[in-house]
């Protein structure tokens, strides 16, 4: 506890230092740049997990967005090095499962440069093995996305998929599994998505509850949905069908993410017991940032409503980065938000969060 009180001194400190001169500081585009390839260079150093796991397809995703705004090829070179060197483009076995074709997302961005077909073969035949098999459950077929987080990993890529093979029917399953999980999770008078099946089934003897008595709504699992309708409306043509759909859930969860912000400039682990989780969570802090950046860069989001939100945020999280370029306090792999985790608590999602969440925070200063 002592140690979670020092490190919102600093937050505090640091919040109040940096304000005072913005420009000159973290909002300064050659700052944000020189940070973002200082921490993606140290999660390439230091890699956690099998190429194809869920975890670096968020990290690679803000891989990719730190390539697009520092130009760096050094960045580039290890890109390019997941595909050639560490995967064949390939993605995870699972080919049911939104976990094993997150990575899917940063192939398909490459592909877009380098135009190869072999990039995105393995792709295409996962995806249409998805669509056409039932998720083997107990020979019993369910929904194809039963979590939150699912919605950063596996739409995207089916929307993407979709635009560069001029198949239309990748968006229409996109809609369709998007809108099973959505009816499944999302608690409309929260505006809030629950984690996942075993939040919402009732009298099944789970302990849904904080300590104050309000429900279960995960931060980091929150905060991937945002991401994920990030990626997939910077896709959707501006005339498609079902784009308002998306359009109208982001702006809805951005007004109650926003209201849930606390004093330091981050989100705590469960987003409606902020007490009985003292220290701020970066991994679904990067997220939301990123999230409302981009609504603000994009016209989504009133700027005088939601930049002192944005700023105060991101100068909380360039707070957690070490001087190794190492992003901590970032909570660690598990299914609730009651996991312990510390400023030395680091993963790769948390690096990726930072990352994209810096790819959108530069744009408000060009």
């Not at 809805?252 to 981050?266: H, K, P, T, Y």
Request: aromatic share 14%; net charge positive.
């Amino acid at each position: 506890m002592k140690k979670n009180f020092l490190f919102l001194l600093v937050l505090f400190a640091s919040i109040t230092i940096s304000a005072q001169d913005k420009k000159n500081g973290v909002f300064d585009g050659g700052y944000i740049k020189n940070i973002m390839e200082k921490t993606a260079k140290w999660q390439l150093k230091n890699p956690r997990h099998k190429p194809t796991d869920w975890t670096n397809g968020a990290f690679y995703a803000g891989v990719f967005a730190a390539w697009e705004t520092t130009g760096s090829k050094d960045i580039y070179k290890a890109l390019m090095a997941l595909g050639n060197d560490s995967t064949n483009w390939i993605p995870g076995k699972r080919w049911y499962h939104g976990d094993d074709i997150a990575i899917c997302q940063t192939f398909i961005d490459l592909y877009r440069i380098e135009k190869k077909q072999h990039m995105l073969r393995a792709t295409i035949d996962t995806v249409n093995k998805l669509i056409a098999k039932p998720y083997p459950v107990k020979g019993i077929e369910t929904i194809k996305w039963w979590w939150c987080d699912a919605l950063f990993m596996a739409p995207p890529v089916l929307v993407k998929l979709g635009l560069e093979t001029k198949n239309s029917n990748y968006l229409k399953y996109s809609d369709n599994y998007f809108k099973e999980c959505y009816d499944l999770l999302y608690n409309k008078e929260e505006r809030l998505f629950a984690r996942d099946l075993n939040y919402v089934i009732k009298n099944d003897g789970k302990d849904r509850y904080e300590a104050n008595g309000k429900k279960i709504f995960w931060s980091r699992g929150n905060g991937w949905v945002l991401g994920g309708l990030v990626r997939i409306m910077k896709e959707l043509p501006a005339d498609y069908s079902n784009r308002t759909f998306y359009e109208e859930l982001f702006k809805d969860m951005c007004a109650r993410i926003m209201s849930l912000q606390q004093e330091d400039g981050l989100w705590r682990a469960s987003l409606l017991d902020p007490d009985s989780y003292p220290g701020g969570e970066v991994s679904g802090s990067g997220f939301f940032c990123y999230a409302l950046a981009w609504g603000v860069n994009n016209g989504f989001l009133d700027s005088n409503t939601y930049r002192p939100v944005i700023e105060k945020a991101w100068i909380a999280l360039n707070g957690c980065v070490n001087k190794d370029g190492r992003v901590g306090w970032v909570q660690p792999i598990g299914a609730d938000p009651r996991k312990n985790f510390k400023e030395d608590s680091w993963e790769v999602y948390g690096t990726g969060a930072f990352l994209l969440a810096g790819s959108e925070v530069i744009k408000m200063y060009d």
